[in-house]
């Protein structure tokens, strides 16, 4: 499947289904989410789950509204076998640089799963450094059922978090922008200036 094309749920589990065998029968995908924010932590999610008949709709979390990908969060969680969550905050962003910050919160989700995985499948280009075998995957998140279910479990995970800070961090919009380059945010760090939660290392400039 390219991306871009329809995404469907049977092209998504055969992917991981093509990579099982022997000791690779129990795979886990991982994603992370917020590299590109200006504040606020970078997310990775680890997840086992089984494809189910309720989760039809897991894919790319940036594909979902975020209505759907709050449904589909409970639904992964309640049906996953294990799930586990790195969390990467941003001193530590700007003291290793947000690639090695990115692989370090992928480690670190994969150690917290309760269930050891004869294989993971990583988004993206380029692997953490694991234990098992682990497969990089470019455009994995609509690629793979394991890398989608993860990337909704990290998208959410971080919202909540910056949701969260919003009440901590007023006027800076966080609640709706999660620390992404929005005018609005750009603006409020001009007449605010940076706070605790932002990467100092990164260049403040406007998404387009």
């Not at 494809?51 to 589909?72: F, N, Q, T, Y």
């Not at 793979?144 to 901590?168: H, L, N, P, W, Y």
Request: charged share 25%; proline share 4%; hydrophobic share 45%.
């Amino acid at each position: 499947m390219i991306p871009g094309r329809a995404i469907r749920f049977e092209d998504l589990v055969l992917f991981d289904d093509e990579r099982r065998s022997g000791s690779a029968r129990v795979i886990a995908g991982v994603d992370e989410a917020g590299r590109g924010a200006l504040a606020g932590p970078v997310v990775a999610a680890a997840v086992i789950c089984e494809p189910h008949e309720d989760l039809r709709r897991v894919r790319d979390s940036k594909l979902l509204g975020a209505p759907e990908r709050e449904r589909l969060y409970d639904v992964i969680i309640s049906h996953c076998l294990s799930s586990g969550v790195g969390i990467v905050g941003p001193k530590e962003i700007d003291r290793v640089n947000i690639l090695q910050a990115s692989l370090r919160a992928m480690a670190e989700a994969v150690g917290a799963l309760s269930v050891a995985p004869g294989l993971v499948l990583v988004d993206g280009p380029q692997l953490p450094a694991l234990r098992v075998p682990a497969e990089a995957v470019t455009h994995g998140d609509r690629l793979s059922f394991a890398i989608g279910a993860a990337s909704i479990i990290a998208k959410v995970t971080r919202d909540r978090i910056m949701t969260a800070q919003a009440e901590r961090y007023h006027g800076y919009g966080f609640g709706r922008n999660k620390g992404y380059g929005t005018e609005e945010h750009v603006a409020a760090i001009e007449r605010r200036g940076l706070t605790a939660l932002h990467r100092k290392s990164f260049k403040i400039h406007t998404e387009v």
